[in-house]
């Protein structure tokens, strides 16, 4: 359901120390995280949480970590055990004033046929996504999410895409609506990474270029220290479950 983002990054360096060690840089950590799939290996597994498709099934979602995720009735789920979790992320990892919380904008209608506790689209916008953005903002932290959606619009500081001059599958050339309504409402960063956008087109798009460090640049030695009891993991590792 999440994962960690470094407080200390170690990676080879072009100018060694003389122990032949790579350096250490420390930054401010990011903790990312998800609310909106759950696993079932998670300690805190709960069917009653998960959303349901028309037909009455546990909506499943798809293989993330090696292990498929099913997807939260995020209404029901913050009016049961997602408030205290949010209260033990931000007071247990001292969160630094920022949370990324992954895939929250991105379906940002999602319904519920659960037939005990069912809910609309638009319930579990109020109910479910905007409490996450509500509970975050009583402990001083704030919220950026992945894909820009109008109905988050004033709602989180920064997405982390909105969508750039990308081929329409209807044909067509691109037309840049989304920057000309929102350029100076919301902020957003890039989909991809791959620098071959030209940086006049990037800035008409209303897109800032970003980087994400993963453990295949630096596979030898990038490593993670978080603050959970001295605990190592790769950058790269799979998502913490549950916590």
């Known amino acids: ?63 993330w970590t090696g292990e498929e995720s099913y997807i939260q009735g995020l209404a029901k789920y913050m009016e049961g055990p997602g408030v205290e979790r949010v209260r033990y992320t931000c007071e247990r990892y001292k969160l630094p004033r920022t949370i990324h919380v992954d895939v929250l904008s991105y379906f940002a209608i999602r319904n519920d046929w659960d037939p005990k506790h069912p809910a609309s689209g638009i319930r579990n916008l109020y109910a479910g996504r905007y409490r996450v953005l509500e509970e975050f903002k009583k402990h001083g932290v704030d919220v950026t999410s992945e894909g820009l959606r109008y109905p988050y619009i004033g709602k989180i500081s920064m997405c982390w895409y909105a969508g750039g001059p990308t081929p329409c599958p209807f044909g067509g050339k691109p037309v840049p609506m989304l920057p000309l309504i929102y350029r100076k409402s919301a902020v957003w960063g890039r989909a991809g990474n791959r620098g071959d956008l030209p940086l006049l087109l990037m800035m008409f798009y209303g897109e800032a270029q970003h980087s994400i460090q993963r453990r295949y640049t630096y596979p030898k030695y990038a490593r993670l220290v978080l603050p959970c009891d001295g605990a190592v993991v790769p950058s790269a590792s799979p998502r913490y479950r549950g916590i």
């Open 1 to 63: 359901m999440q994962w960690q983002a470094p407080s200390t990054v170690e990676y080879p360096s072009r100018d060694p120390n003389p122990q032949g060690r790579p350096h250490t840089f420390r930054a401010p950590w990011l903790w990312a995280n998800r609310y909106d799939d759950a696993y079932r290996s998670s300690p805190a597994w709960n069917e009653n949480i998960i959303a349901r498709k028309p037909d009455g099934d546990l909506w499943k979602s798809r293989e």
